[in-house]
Each structure stands twice: as structure tokens, then as C-alpha cells.
């Protein structure tokens, strides 16, 4: 078991409608020696690759992201919930439906900070349906920027999301994936 398997056991609450709260350590309050760690884990993960930039979407991924980019010495880009039109030419816009709050969000990146060239790691803290990793892959696509792979810290793999994604050739990196949960139980089940 790794550490944050072992973390998420200790700390992680299961509510209902397949979300799993880790307050403690990542979404509310930020353990930030622990997540860091995870951005090490990332870096090793991804060494050979050459991430020039980190891509991530606001609100929660930007803590992990940015533990991760400090290992990577690179920058953070966080696309934007935007209440403006999708039509502004300055920025890269996608939809993405929320798993959280279950609606769908514009979201936008200025031209100026995704460029063809960039070769972008996508972070996030969760993965579920893959709708968020899906949205920062378009982004990037708009710019003409190459992913070259995607770090999750949590993938619930029983949503499909991460299978999905890697089915279409995407590599799709997570440190902890969960196969089951039961909220009435509490029980957790890891992929090996
Ligand atoms: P997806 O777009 O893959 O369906 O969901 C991923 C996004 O939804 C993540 O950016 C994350 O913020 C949020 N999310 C999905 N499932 C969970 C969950 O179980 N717990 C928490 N805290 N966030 C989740």
C-alpha cells in the first residue's frame, strides 16, 4: 500500500453519490509536505518527459499542481470558470460538466500562456467520469500544445474516466485508484 492509499484510508470520508471527501489533506486543508511529495512522485513518474508548463483547472487542482510544477521547476496554467462568452478571441474556451456540482462550466485559458510548442502535463487532485482531464486535453489541442501525459492524484476507476482517456492513448498517470467504495460501509478498494 502507498502512502496516499494508506492516507486516504485513515482520512477520507465516502458521501454519498460516489464522492469522497479528503478535507484534511487536500481540498480544504492542504498537508503541504505530503502533497509535495506527490509532486515528487510525479516527476518521477514523468522524468523522461519534457514538461515545459503544468495545465490544471481551478479550484482544486492548482494546490497540487503547483507541488508538483516546484519539482519540475515550470509554470502553472489554470483554466478559468469564465461567466463571459466562449466567443472572446483572446482566450481558448471548453465545456466541462462538474462531477461535484453536477453542471457545466465554461472554462478558458488567455492565448497567451498555452502556446504550440508547450509540452503540457495535465494535474489534477480527482478523475472520475474524465470530463475535466478531457477539457484541459482540448484546451491544449486548441493550442497546438502536445500533452504528454496526465497526473491524477485520485482516479475512481469504477467511473470510467481514466480507462476511457488511456483506451484513446493518453497516459494517464494516478497514484491512488479506487476500484470500489461504499459509503454504508466505509470500505475502500484499491487497484493493485
Ligand atoms: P471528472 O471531470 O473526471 O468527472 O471529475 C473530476 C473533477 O471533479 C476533479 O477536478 C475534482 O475536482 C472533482 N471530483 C470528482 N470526483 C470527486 C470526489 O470524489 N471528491 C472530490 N473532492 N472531488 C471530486
Redesign the pocket.
Given at each position: 500500500m502507498n502512502l496516499l492509499q494508506k492516507k486516504i484510508l485513515e482520512d477520507g470520508v465516502i458521501?454519498s453519490g460516489?464522492?469522497?471527501?479528503?478535507?484534511s489533506f487536500?481540498?480544504h486543508q492542504i498537508d503541504v509536505p505530503f502533497i509535495s511529495e506527490l509532486g515528487k512522485e510525479f516527476k518521477k513518474i514523468f522524468a523522461t518527459s519534457r514538461v515545459n508548463k503544468i495545465l490544471t483547472?481551478e479550484?482544486?487542482?492548482i494546490g497540487i499542481a503547483c507541488l508538483t510544477a516546484i519539482h519540475f521547476g515550470v509554470p502553472v496554467v489554470f483554466a478559468k470558470k469564465s461567466q463571459g462568452s466562449q466567443m472572446d478571441p483572446h482566450v481558448y474556451a471548453t465545456s466541462?460538466?462538474?462531477?461535484?456540482h453536477n453542471k457545466t462550466n465554461t472554462v478558458v485559458v488567455a492565448k497567451q500562456y498555452l502556446n504550440a510548442g508547450d509540452r503540457v502535463l495535465i494535474i489534477?487532485?480527482?478523475?472520475?467520469?474524465?470530463?475535466?482531464?478531457?477539457?484541459l486535453i482540448d484546451l491544449a489541442k486548441q493550442a497546438g500544445a502536445t500533452v504528454e501525459g496526465v497526473g491524477i492524484a485520485?482516479e475512481?476507476g469504477f467511473?470510467g474516466?481514466g480507462d476511457r482517456l488511456r483506451s484513446h492513448g493518453v497516459r494517464v498517470e494516478s497514484l491512488a485508484i479506487i476500484d470500489k467504495m461504499d459509503a454504508a460501509t466505509g470500505k475502500i478498494q484499491f487497484r493493485d
Open positions: 458521501k460516489d464522492v469522497l471527501k479528503v478535507d487536500l481540498n483547472v479550484a482544486s487542482g466541462v460538466k462538474s462531477f461535484t489534477d487532485d480527482f478523475l472520475a467520469n474524465g470530463c475535466a482531464t478531457e477539457g485520485i475512481k467511473q474516466g
